[in-house]
């Protein structure tokens, strides 16, 4: 790769990512939190950093530093400047086989539109205090009125790392049994969560995915976190969010609207991801040189 070329892309991730995260830096330097937006930082663990360093990706070699050599262990220098190495693939390899399967798996599946992402509720079923997740905003319904909304709309939520904060009340409502060795049979492209975990999945290739492609899947996690706490039991009014009342058929009717295309656009993104990942499974277990081939 030119050395311009991959200087206009770093360029261009960076003011990419910026926005994203100056905003959680300037609240972390003072305490305070964000349901929404510190909820990607929060829940999947990967620091800002990795989400703002640009990588080009397997197969590319570009101008790199010494500075930033010693910094990423993966990177290989050789005389055309620098790359990732396969020694730091085949590390990854079982995370990049596991986020596979669970990928074509859903990608092969049809989605469903039925749950009315009711997972945050299940998350405060009569539940204690402490089972309130975002105490510092106040939940816009009574206890009764959740318990109601719940046990009249049911629950038939698919996804696991949702389903395991249900209170114990809300768990066996649930319509699956959810466990982790399960997980791929029950993964489906309807699911708001489902398209936020493509930036997990993203994030477990590290270095050797294209940095553009985990900025999208990042920033269609965050369109989905929107949805996910607009349809919350959370009001979160005073951050300018407004509520989809799933107690009602037309809070219900958008929620569903919104959630399909969310659907339709995580379904592009994720047979992006399956697709490098499942060159990236090949590069890792198959003999290969340390440059390997480029990424679609």
Known sequence: MEVEQARSREQAHT??????????????????????????????PYSIA??????????????????????????????????????????RVGRLQQAEVLLRNTVERAPQFNCF??????????????????????????????ERAVTDLGLRCTHLDAFRFFTADAMPLNEHRLT???QPDFEQPGCVHAAMDLYKYAMWAGPYLPSELAAD???LARTAR?????ASPYDLRSLGFESLPMETPEGRAEYVARQRQLSTAAQVLRKRLLESLELLVAAATQPASDCGVPLP
């Open 15 to 44: 003011l990419r990512t910026l926005p994203w995260v100056q905003h959680r830096l300037a609240r972390r330097s003072i305490g305070e939190k964000h349901p929404v937006d510190d909820f990607l930082f929060d829940y999947y």
């Open 117 to 146: 992402g009711m997972h945050e509720w299940a998350m405060v079923f009569r539940g204690q205090a402490s089972d309130i997740r975002h105490a510092e905003y106040p939940l816009r319904l009574e206890p009764w009125e959740i």
């Open 217 to 219: 899947c990042f920033e």
């Open 226 to 230: 929107v949805l996910d706490m607009q």
């Open 50 to 91: 990795k989400l703002t360093t640009w990588h080009a990706g397997w197969g590319e070699v570009v101008d790199r530093d010494d500075e930033f050599l010693t910094r990423h262990r993966d990177y290989l220098r050789l005389d055309s400047g620098a790359t990732v190495g396969l020694e730091g693939l085949r590390r």
């Open 180 to 182: 982790r060795a399960t």
